[in-house]
């Protein structure tokens, strides 16, 4: 019930203006709401260049394909978060994003939407909705300025493809001489990018330890799930998926080192695992950075849909590339079987972030892609290699 | 010349940050933090004193006092410290010390709300505050 109504209400961006305009409009007017609630807000002006027409690490929902040899806009994205603190308690918290779709047309949603509880000692409760806290890139994908690089590290399915969920969420805090530790247990329902799986229960658990010069954070996270082949539309199975993640930043004499590893493992839909190294080296308010990632996808058939329904003989051509890096509903007797296989991607990025005040930054980024497509999932190019370019301005008010 | 410049410009500016106290109300019932107590405060990694009352970090916005603060407490620079609170502030889990508009905003509702706790100039404490931590 309270999925449905967060669903709704995501659909509602007219619901969503209104609240930031009135947001705003209390800031702007009455002293005494202004004590209440709090206006921040995120954006990126990004323009990318590739040399086929492929699939980018995106800030927004879904997947992003930079067309060939063309200057994408797509990646860019306005993001606001208006919270209103009801009592010395408890706070009420509305976050959405504005972007352009794969369709090209201008979406507005809400990303994060939920009560928050302060227990007294550093404990919180939250109830409501909530990007997955499985690594520190899938819930702060859209907030460009948070993260040193120009595009997300981690892929675009993320944890799994589960990047949100709805239900209530623990927080406790410990502050040690040496650091603090922050835990995290979420329960409730996630959802998934793809319309065809439907996410039912979940939990998490995270842990973050950070000190002085690092910070490390690790989950692990069990998902149940109902999914309709795109071979078998008239049929519902049920699959789940177990993530674990590790993810760390460590500053040696100026020095920052990033990595981070996660994998997923699923009956279903693929499995995932990935992994990333960045290095990055400030100079003022400059910061040359390196990174490589690594991403692998199982399509392994191992729930045997295949064996169970083999594909219609004379199948014709695969459809055209889908949006989400699935193969896309439609005609029965043109889908392709459940795909098989392993589909590899390495990324190598050199780039450059320039801190021009607090609060705005520049970054230019060079990236190879490369990918190795086993499954006979249509991906948006064939290509091997793909070389591409972003420039993006990234801020927060 | 400029040596001497140079070294005057140095020692004058450690002299401004000699100064800087971190303050609450008098009546409040903290007599007394730890450095990692004032980071953890102002990093919001805690809401609470150590006695568990409720802490409430206030600042004066775009207060050039601000970037020697965080220095001394966090060594982060206005920029780390900007990447800092984009994280905790766009996924829920903390938020920055509230902003005042000036110093004379600051000190009345220091010494009118419980709780709240910030940083000044020595010389500019009044009788209704008291001082909790001095930077070494």
């Known amino acids: 019930m309270v999925k449905v109504a967060l669903q709704v209400f995501s659909k509602n961006c007219c619901s969503f203006l209104s609240l930031i305009l009135l947001g705003a409009g209390f800031a702007a007017t009455a002293e005494p709401m202004t004590e209440r609630i709090e206006f921040n807000g995120f954006y990126s002006l990004d323009a990318t260049f590739s040399n086929n027409d492929q699939s980018i690490t995106g800030k927004r929902p879904g997947t992003t394909i930079a067309n060939g040899d063309e200057i994408n806009l797509k990646n860019s994205i306005l993001g606001a978060k208006v919270s209103y603190l009801t009592t010395d308690t408890l706070t009420v918290t509305i976050q959405g994003q504005t972007y352009v779709d794969a369709d090209d047309d201008v979406n507005v949603d809400i990303n994060w939407a939920y009560v928050s509880y302060d227990l007294s000692n550093d404990n919180y409760l939250r109830a409501g909705l909530f990007q997955m806290p499985f690594l520190q890139g899938t819930e702060l994908r859209s907030v460009g300025y948070s993260r040193l690089w120009a595009r997300p590290i981690v892929l675009d399915n993320g944890a799994g493809g589960f990047n949100e969920f709805s239900g209530v969420e623990y927080q406790q805090r410990f502050n040690m001489d040496y650091g603090s530790w922050q835990f995290q247990f979420g329960a409730g329902v996630a959802e998934h990018d793809l319309d065809d799986v439907d996410g039912k229960a979940m939990a998490i658990v995270t842990a973050r330890f950070q000190a002085e010069s690092y910070w490390i954070h690790s989950a692990i996270a069990h998902i149940e799930y109902d999914m309709t082949p795109m071979a078998m539309p008239e049929m519902t199975i049920s699959g789940d998926v177990s993530m674990v993640s590790l993810e760390s930043q460590v500053v040696v004499d100026n020095t920052q080192l990033n990595f981070g590893l996660s994998i997923g493992d699923s009956h279903g839909t693929p499995s995932d695992t990935m992994a990333y190294l960045s290095l990055a080296y400030p100079l003022g308010e400059f910061t040359p950075y390196f990174y490589y990632a690594w991403h692998n996808q199982e399509f392994n058939d191992r729930l045997g849909l295949n064996d169970r329904t083999p594909p219609p003989p004379g199948m014709g051509p695969l459809p055209p590339p889908p949006k989400n890096g699935m193969p896309p509903t439609g005609n029965p007797q043109m889908r392709p079987p459940v795909p098989d296989g392993a589909f590899d991607r390495d990324n190598y990025a050199l780039g450059l972030r320039w801190d021009i005040k607090e609060g705005l930054a520049v970054k230019a980024h060079y990236e190879i892609i490369e990918q190795d497509n086993k499954t006979g999932v249509a991906a948006p190019t064939s290509a091997k290699r793909s070389n591409t370019v972003s420039l993006s301005l990234e801020g927060i008010f | ?136």
């Open chain 2, 1 to 136: 010349m400029m040596k001497l410049f140079l070294l005057l410009l140095f020692v004058f500016s450690q002299q401004v940050y000699a100064g800087l106290v971190v303050v609450v109300s008098k009546d409040s019932t903290v007599d007394v933090l730890q450095q990692e107590q004032v980071e953890n405060i102002f990093l919001s990694k805690t809401n609470r004193f150590p006695n568990g009352d409720k802490a409430i970090p206030i600042e004066i916005r775009g207060d050039q006092s601000r970037i020697g603060f965080y220095q001394k407490i966090a060594d982060k620079t206005p920029t780390q410290l900007s990447a800092y609170w984009t994280t905790l502030v766009f996924s829920g889990r903390g938020k920055p010390p509230k902003g005042l508009k000036d110093l004379p905003s600051l000190i009345t509702r220091l010494e009118q709300t419980n709780g709240t706790i910030s940083y000044l100039d020595e010389s500019q404490i009044t009788p209704n505050l008291k001082v909790i931590y001095r930077f070494p």
